[in-house]
Nanobody, 120 residues
Framework: QVQLVESGGGLVQPGGSLRLSCEASGSIFSIYAMGWYQQAPGKQRELVATITSGGDTNYASSVNGRFTISRDNAKNTVYLQMNSLKPEDTAVYYC??????????????WGQGTQVTVSS
């Protein structure tokens, strides 16, 4: 089994910063990519940022220049540094990973999510 656990969410004022973390654990053979998605109340889940095992990154236009995604392959952990936060960033942030298990093929896995609230 694979488990993704997010942490680091909370309540901040506009212009503030948060750092989200997501650690993957389980019978992992390889993690090909990891990313962060956001889901605001009443809206669909949307991509925020992704990073491949080789370090290539991709960002949603709404967060580009404010958020930075990174990963520590040795710890099977992905981070999202969130700066200059805006009220519209308020959402539940979910960690996603494309993981190949020791027995099996690659598939997408999701964490439980962590709440980010930016006051105004």
């Amino acid at each position: 089994q694979v488990q993704l656990v997010e942490s680091g969410g909370g309540l901040v004022q506009p212009g503030g910063s948060l750092r989200l973390s997501c650690e993957a654990s389980g019978s992992i053979f390889s993690i090909y990519a990891m990313g962060w998605y956001q889901q605001a109340p009443g809206k669909q889940r949307e991509l925020v940022a992704t990073i491949t095992s080789g370090g290539d990154t991709n960002y949603a236009s709404s967060v580009n220049g404010r958020f930075t995604i990174s990963r520590d392959n040795a710890k099977n952990t992905v981070y999202l540094q969130m700066n200059s936060l805006k009220p519209e960033d308020t959402a539940v942030y979910y960690c996603n990973a494309i993981i190949r298990l020791q027995i099996g093929t690659a598939a997408h896995y999701w964490g439980q999510g962590t709440q980010v609230t930016v006051s105004s």
